[in-house]
């Protein structure tokens, strides 16, 4: 299968400052990504859905300005969270697609702590 | 509301008993999912099942679709305590992929 991968697998952080996480397809280019946030003991929740070379498209109650969503290329997409708060700390996954009707493909994805 | 209720949530069983887990939802799929999950990484797909009444087989485990591409089950045989993990169904709405709640399943030795 696909390989996706996610940089860095955790992170902490001081309340106020800004973190990215990266998203690489490494063997397939994907036309689409997403990323999707997991609280303990839940389910995946869809945040937002990127296509490359385009404005990423949010889930409703997802605030746009907080999470910055990136796609410059076929094999990575970025999502920074700007002014982190102890709240934002979550499992961040990314997945891929070569087309928004194909399989996605997981990232082993980024746990974030804020403190 | 849910689109994909998954129950039980939570399932604690010993080893080499036999588990059953539901997704039930009142939309018609064109296909649906089932993924686990371990703990601190992400999602592996396990299955696809597209054709109303399909069944499955995965070594121990049986998918089934529901006639009315509505529902799925999962059933394990003889769980081991390497099952143990996080089941989840999603289905594709739009290119969107929505989950249910997820089956935390513990299979003690």
């Known amino acids: 299968g696909a390989v996706v991968s996610q940089h860095p697998s955790r992170v902490i952080c001081k309340s106020g400052t800004s973190v990215k996480i990266e998203c690489r397809s490494l063997?397939?280019?994907?036309?689409?990504m997403f990323w999707y946030r997991q609280f303990p003991k839940q389910s995946l929740m869809l945040m937002a859905t990127?296509?490359?070379?385009?404005?990423?498209?949010?889930e409703q109650g997802v605030e746009k300005d907080k999470f910055l969503i990136n796609h410059a290329s076929l094999t990575l997409s970025t999502l920074t969270v700007t002014s982190a708060h102890p709240e934002d700390s979550s499992f961040y996954i990314c997945?891929?697609?070569?087309?928004?009707?194909?399989?996605?493909?997981f990232g082993p994805g980024t746990r974030l702590t804020v403190l | 509301t849910q689109l994909l209720e998954q129950s039980p949530q939570f399932l604690s069983i010993q080893e080499g008993e036999n588990l059953t887990v539901y997704c039930n939802s009142s939309?018609?799929?064109?296909?649906l999912q089932w993924y686990r999950q371990e703990p601190g990484e992400g999602p592996v797909l396990l299955v696809t099942?597209?054709?109303?009444?399909e069944v499955k087989k995965l070594k121990r485990l049986t998918f089934q679709f529901g006639d009315a591409r509505k529902d799925s089950s999962l059933h394990i045989t003889a769980a081991q305590p390497g099952d143990t993990g996080l089941y989840l169904c999603?289905?594709?709405?739009?290119?969107?992929?929505?989950f249910g709640q997820g089956t935390e399943l513990s299979v003690k030795p």
């Open positions: 990127s296509n490359e070379g385009s404005k990423a498209t949010y």
């Open positions: 099942v597209v054709t109303g009444g």
């Open positions: 999603a289905a594709n709405q739009g290119g969107k992929l929505i």
């Open positions: 063997d397939f280019q994907a036309t689409t």
């Open positions: 939309s018609v799929f064109s296909s």
């Open positions: 997945s891929a697609a070569a087309s928004i009707e194909n399989e996605q493909f």
